[in-house]
């Protein structure tokens, strides 16, 4: 974010976190553009590496982590891949909504309330995931960050619909 994004972010009124994931619906994006542009707001997205745990938090705003894998020792800075900020530009910057990315590792749920509070955001916006198999036993196993959101945190949650299913179809679940 340019320094002049930076300062308009100062000047909204709203900000709004949202969660982003690598090969997630562009819809997601596009929807909290929407809901920023409403809302006069700025937009915080984060992506959350989940096969690590946060060890700390930077004055930068990144995180220091280490891996879930016992063997892997050494601390990681957290950063998000730079072909999915690059992505991420091209879908927000048209719009003029400011906007910044942060990485951050550990349960997904619980590093988007904590970011939600430590911006003083209004919402947390997250899209729903694709129908499938795998989708379903990820959910059942692990949960679904919406619904955790939803049910351990105090900032209102707005989920983004995905990949709908039709009234008259089962859910995966079901």
């Given at each position: 974010?340019?320094?002049?994004?930076?300062?308009?972010?100062?000047?909204?009124?709203?900000?709004?976190?949202?969660?982003?994931?690598?090969?997630?619906?562009?819809?997601?994006?596009?929807?909290?553009?929407?809901?920023?542009?409403?809302m006069d707001a700025a937009l915080v997205l984060a992506t959350v590496d989940s096969t690590r745990y946060t060890t700390g938090h930077n004055p930068d705003g990144?995180?220091?982590?280490?891996?879930?894998?016992?063997?892997?020792?050494?601390?990681?800075?957290?950063?998000?891949?730079?072909?999915?900020?690059?992505?991420?530009?091209?879908?927000?910057?048209?719009?003029?909504?400011?906007?910044?990315?942060?990485?951050?590792?550990?349960d997904p749920a619980h590093e988007l309330a904590r970011l939600a509070h430590e911006v003083g955001a209004v919402a947390i916006i997250v899209g729903t995931r694709?129908?499938?198999?795998?989708?379903?036993?990820?959910?059942?196993?692990?949960?679904?960050?919406?619904?955790?959101?939803?049910?351990?945190?105090?900032?209102?949650?707005?989920?983004?619909?995905?990949?709908?299913?039709?009234?008259?179809?089962?859910?995966?679940?079901?």
């Amino acid at each position: 974010m340019s320094t002049e994004d930076a300062k308009r972010s100062h000047e909204r009124s709203a900000t709004l976190v949202v969660g982003v994931v690598p090969r997630q619906s562009d819809a997601v994006v596009h929807e909290a553009l929407r809901f920023a542009e409403l809302m006069d707001a700025a937009l915080v997205l984060a992506t959350v590496d989940s096969t690590r745990y946060t060890t700390g938090h930077n004055p930068d705003g990144s995180v220091a982590a280490f891996s879930i894998d016992p063997d892997a020792a050494e601390v990681i800075t957290e950063e998000a891949d730079p072909g999915f900020a690059e992505h991420l530009s091209t879908l927000v910057e048209p719009s003029g909504v400011p906007w910044t990315l942060r990485a951050l590792a550990g349960d997904p749920a619980h590093e988007l309330a904590r970011l939600a509070h430590e911006v003083g955001a209004v919402a947390i916006i997250v899209g729903t995931r694709k129908r499938g198999l795998r989708t379903s036993a990820h959910e059942f196993f692990n949960g679904s960050v919406a619904v955790h959101l939803a049910h351990r945190q105090h900032h209102p949650v707005i989920v983004i619909p995905v990949d709908p299913v039709a009234h008259d179809e089962h859910l995966p679940w079901e």
